[in-house]
Each structure stands twice: as structure tokens, then as C-alpha cells.
């Protein structure tokens, strides 16, 4: 039986809110002196070696309307397809406050095992109240073997996984939150 508590209001849910960009991101909202630069600025250092990429995007609530609050994280392997000491492979980027857009410059990641080239995603914003993680993949790589791809409940909803090549070295990945298009996210 529960026991009511009328004299103990409930407070107020507690999302990432405004708060994770002054914590996560402050030279980003303009707060300098914490930090040279932003942890996660740059996922490997500009002479690091192999195919530089930029990916873009936005992620969109269930009406299709880009989020201007979001801070996405990107995790990788380097070109070798290793993780570890030298393959840092960390980024932490914010959305655009008026576009919502996000951008990353970065190294592709090679294969890892039999995965095929990915970056781990995790997105966190105002409503949001655990991050939610999602996969990376490449259009025009091979994904056939990729464990992860090849158990999608829902084969259909694959190509939510898939950034768009859009030409001169610039992958595209859009995220959805939910309703039509929804991207799948992962349990991890």
C-alpha cells in the first residue's frame, strides 16, 4: 500500500536543461578562463592520419522540429580501427542556439573487428532525462557483417544508422527523437 504524502510535494523532474552547456561546453556559451578549450573540442590531433570528415546534422523532436539545446558526444576508433593511448577519438559538440545544427571535423574510423566503421552517439538535452545512445555508419561502406546492424529487430529502420555521404568529404546525421523516421537508439 503506498503511503500518501500529501505534505511532501513532488519537485520538479530534472533534465540536462541550459545547465549542460555551462558545465559541459563553457567556452561554447561564452563563459572563458575555465578551460583553453572545451573538452572533446577535437577528437585527434589535426596531423593525426587518415581521411578527415566533416559530419553535420541536427536533431529534431517528434515533429520534426531541430533542437537548438542539444550537446552531442562522439566516441571512435581512429583510421586503424583502434581505441587506446594516441586514438583519443572523443568529441563533444553543441547545437547551433538559432539552428539547431551541429558539426564535427574529425578522422572516418576503420573497421573494428567485424564492425564496420562507426562513431558511438550520445545525445542529451533539455527533456531529455537519460542520454540517449545511438551508431554512426557511413553510407557507401560495407556493412553486411556489422553484428549490430545485421540484429535490428526492424531491418526497415537501418538507414536511421546511416550518415549521407554529401560530397567533398562531409557525412550528414540527422537524428530523430521520435514519430516517423525515428532513429534507432541503443540500451548500452
Known amino acids: 500500500m503506498v503511503q500518501p504524502l500529501g505534505y511532501l510535494p513532488e519537485s520538479a523532474s530534472q533534465t540536462a536543461g541550459p545547465y549542460v552547456h555551462i558545465g559541459c561546453t ?13 573538452l572533446g573540442a577535437a577528437p585527434f590531433p589535426k596531423d593525426a592520419p587518415g581521411q578527415r570528415i566533416t559530419l553535420t546534422g541536427v536533431v529534431r523532436d517528434g515533429v520534426g522540429k531541430a533542437l537548438n539545446d542539444v550537446m552531442v558526444e562522439f566516441w571512435q576508433a581512429d583510421a586503424d580501427g583502434k581505441y587506446g593511448p594516441g586514438a583519443q577519438g572523443f568529441a563533444r559538440r553543441a547545437s547551433n542556439f538559432e539552428t539547431g545544427e551541429w558539426e564535427l571535423t574529425t578522422v572516418k574510423p576503420g573497421a573494428v573487428g567485424n564492425m564496420a566503421p562507426h562513431i558511438g552517439v550520445w545525445i542529451v538535452a533539455r527533456g531529455i532525462n537519460i542520454g540517449l545512445q545511438t551508431r554512426l555508419y557511413f553510407e557507401g561502406d560495407d556493412h553486411s557483417k556489422d553484428p549490430l546492424l545485421t540484429r535490428l529487430e526492424h531491418q526497415n529502420r537501418r538507414q536511421t544508422l546511416i550518415a549521407k555521404d554529401t560530397g567533398n568529404g562531409t557525412f550528414r546525421f540527422d537524428i530523430q527523437l521520435q514519430g516517423e523516421g525515428e532513429t534507432v537508439f541503443l540500451d548500452m
Request: net charge negative; no cysteine; aromatic share 16%.
Open 26 to 38: 563553457p567556452n561554447f556559451v561564452g563563459i572563458h578562463g575555465i578551460y583553453a578549450q572545451d
